[in-house]
Structures are given as structure tokens and as C-alpha cells.
């Protein structure tokens, strides 16, 4: 019998060995930038970077911290960038005076990073740097100066390592491709 995510998948994009490889260069280069720095802290943004969060920190040899913010998009199809974000859970600390990273999954329209980074930015943190498993773009609407960029990838809507489809298979090693048009059953 064929795996559940099977029927949604049109192609793995890139396989774990190869998100591996790259999460681990991205680990030693955050590494050598920040080697001098205090006061590190890692914000994944929840729940798309919880997997990159993960294997990215144990690449990284510098001490640091780690927390959590959740955002969420609001106004539009599942699929679709709607232009509204949502703070579903602040931090838990104040940043002012840390050397902040934020972690996260996917740039698209970049709407969901332009308001993190204006919110964050208002709380007086050391610096304030963007670190991104995956980048498509050719979506942007707005623009967004990104540090640390895992992969590029075309349009297409992916899914996988963190990556939901309608908060199904963010625990699959790898990130695939969801076919067009594809709708989530009961699973
Ligand atoms: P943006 O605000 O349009 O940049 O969208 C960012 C958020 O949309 C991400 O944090 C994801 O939660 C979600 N997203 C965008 N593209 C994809 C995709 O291809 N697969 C799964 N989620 C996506
Ligand atoms: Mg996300």
C-alpha cells in the first residue's frame, strides 16, 4: 500500500539528504557570523520552521537561546497570501539588546516576514537578520532582504519538513510538490 501523502504528490522537490546537507552549511555559516556574538536568540516562527529549527540549531556552535512566535494569515483561501497577519503567540521576552535570527519556513508574497520584521524591529533588538529554509521569488509582493536562504523554489505549492497541507505531512524528511488542484480528504 502507497503512503497517505502519496495522492497529493506530484514530485519530490528536494529530498532529505539534500535539505540536510544545505541545513548543515547554513548551520556553519550562522556559525562563523555569529561567532563573536552574545546574547544570540533563534525566534522560529511557528509551526512551518519547528523542523528547520531543529536540525538548523544543532548545526549551530554558538551558544544561543531559542523561542517561539506564532503568526498566522488571515482573509484568503488556505493557499493563498491574503496580506493580513496575525500574531497568534507573542514572544515570551523581551529582545531589546539581542542579536535576533528568526527562522523560518517559506518567503512568498512577504507579507507574514514584512510585519514580523516592522513588529520586531520596534523593540530595539541588537540586529535583527532573517534565516529562510525556502524563498519563492517570483511570488513577492513586498520587498524583503533575506540573510540565510535554504533553497529558491519555483511557484508551485510545496509541502513537507515543516510545510503543511492543511496542517497534514509537516513530518515528511523531504519537500515535495502538491499537485494542482488537489483537495485534502478525510484523512
Ligand atoms: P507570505 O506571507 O505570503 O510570505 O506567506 C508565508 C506563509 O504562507 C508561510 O509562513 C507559510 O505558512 C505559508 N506558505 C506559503 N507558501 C507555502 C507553500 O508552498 N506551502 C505551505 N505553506 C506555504
Ligand atoms: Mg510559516
Given at each position: 500500500m502507497g503512503q497517505p501523502y502519496e495522492k497529493y504528490l506530484q514530485e519530490i522537490l528536494i529530498g532529505e539528504d539534500?535539505?540536510?546537507?544545505?541545513?548543515?552549511?547554513?548551520?556553519?555559516?550562522?556559525?562563523?557570523?555569529?561567532?563573536?556574538?552574545?546574547?544570540l536568540l533563534l525566534i522560529c516562527i511557528l509551526k512551518g520552521g519547528v523542523m528547520f529549527?531543529?536540525?538548523?540549531?544543532?548545526?549551530i556552535t554558538v551558544p544561543h537561546r531559542v523561542d517561539f512566535m506564532a503568526i498566522s494569515s488571515y482573509g484568503a483561501g488556505v493557499r493563498e497570501a491574503s496580506g493580513h497577519v496575525r500574531i497568534d503567540m507573542d514572544?515570551?521576552?523581551?529582545?531589546?539588546?539581542?542579536?535576533?535570527?528568526?527562522?523560518e519556513d517559506i518567503i512568498d508574497s512577504g507579507h507574514t516576514m514584512n510585519y514580523i520584521l516592522s513588529l520586531l524591529s520596534t523593540r530595539n533588538p541588537a540586529s535583527l537578520?532573517?534565516?529562510?529554509?525556502?524563498?519563492?521569488p517570483g511570488r513577492r509582493e513586498v520587498p524583503?532582504?533575506?540573510?540565510?536562504?535554504?533553497?529558491?523554489?519555483?511557484?508551485?505549492?510545496?509541502?513537507?519538513y515543516g510545510l503543511d497541507l492543511d496542517e497534514l505531512f509537516r513530518n515528511l524528511p523531504f519537500v515535495g510538490v502538491c499537485k494542482p488542484d488537489?483537495?485534502?480528504g478525510d484523512e
Amino acid at each position: 500500500m502507497g503512503q497517505p501523502y502519496e495522492k497529493y504528490l506530484q514530485e519530490i522537490l528536494i529530498g532529505e539528504d539534500a535539505l540536510q546537507v544545505r541545513i548543515r552549511e547554513l548551520g556553519e555559516q550562522i556559525s562563523a557570523d555569529y561567532a563573536d556574538t552574545k546574547n544570540l536568540l533563534l525566534i522560529c516562527i511557528l509551526k512551518g520552521g519547528v523542523m528547520f529549527l531543529a536540525d538548523l540549531a544543532r548545526h549551530i556552535t554558538v551558544p544561543h537561546r531559542v523561542d517561539f512566535m506564532a503568526i498566522s494569515s488571515y482573509g484568503a483561501g488556505v493557499r493563498e497570501a491574503s496580506g493580513h497577519v496575525r500574531i497568534d503567540m507573542d514572544l515570551r521576552q523581551d529582545i531589546q539588546d539581542k542579536h535576533i535570527l528568526i527562522v523560518e519556513d517559506i518567503i512568498d508574497s512577504g507579507h507574514t516576514m514584512n510585519y514580523i520584521l516592522s513588529l520586531l524591529s520596534t523593540r530595539n533588538p541588537a540586529s535583527l537578520r532573517v534565516c529562510t529554509l525556502l524563498s519563492k521569488p517570483g511570488r513577492r509582493e513586498v520587498p524583503i532582504s533575506l540573510d540565510y536562504v535554504g533553497f529558491e523554489i519555483p511557484n508551485k505549492f510545496v509541502f513537507g519538513y515543516g510545510l503543511d497541507l492543511d496542517e497534514l505531512f509537516r513530518n515528511l524528511p523531504f519537500v515535495g510538490v502538491c499537485k494542482p488542484d488537489m483537495q485534502i480528504g478525510d484523512e
